[in-house]
């Protein structure tokens, strides 16, 4: 949710759904922010990765906190994963079995 805001061009637009399907509970975090490239998407959980942005450095950060997701939700069996598009945002889903 943080870099939804972080990376929101105007005011943020962020849409939490949660569900539960068969063993599975799903939580998704949508946003209507910059999107990301393919490439991007490739690469975005990885330790200190921080997407190209010219040379704007307005946004702070160190790269980790996809990579600490993706390692919380792997430590509790589940999966996450993102579907964005540039300039028309990002869904980020994780998947977590409920037993």
């Known amino acids: 949710m943080d870099n939804a805001i972080k990376y929101s061009k ?13 063993d599975k509970f799903h ?3 949508a946003d209507k922010g910059i999107g ?7 690469k975005v959980f990885d330790r200190f990765y921080r997407a190209p942005m010219g ?9 980790l906190g996809l990579n600490y997701a993706r390692e919380i939700v792997h430590s509790h069996k589940g999966l996450i ?6 300039g028309k945002g990002s869904t980020f889903t994780i998947i977590l079995p409920l037993k």
């Open 10 to 22: 105007d005011f943020p637009d962020v849409t939490v759904t949660t569900f539960i399907k068969g």
């Open 27 to 29: 939580i998704a975090i």
């Open 36 to 42: 990301m490239s393919k490439e991007v998407q490739n």
């Open 55 to 63: 040379n704007v450095h307005n946004i702070k950060g160190f790269g």
């Open 81 to 86: 994963s993102v579907k964005s598009s540039p």
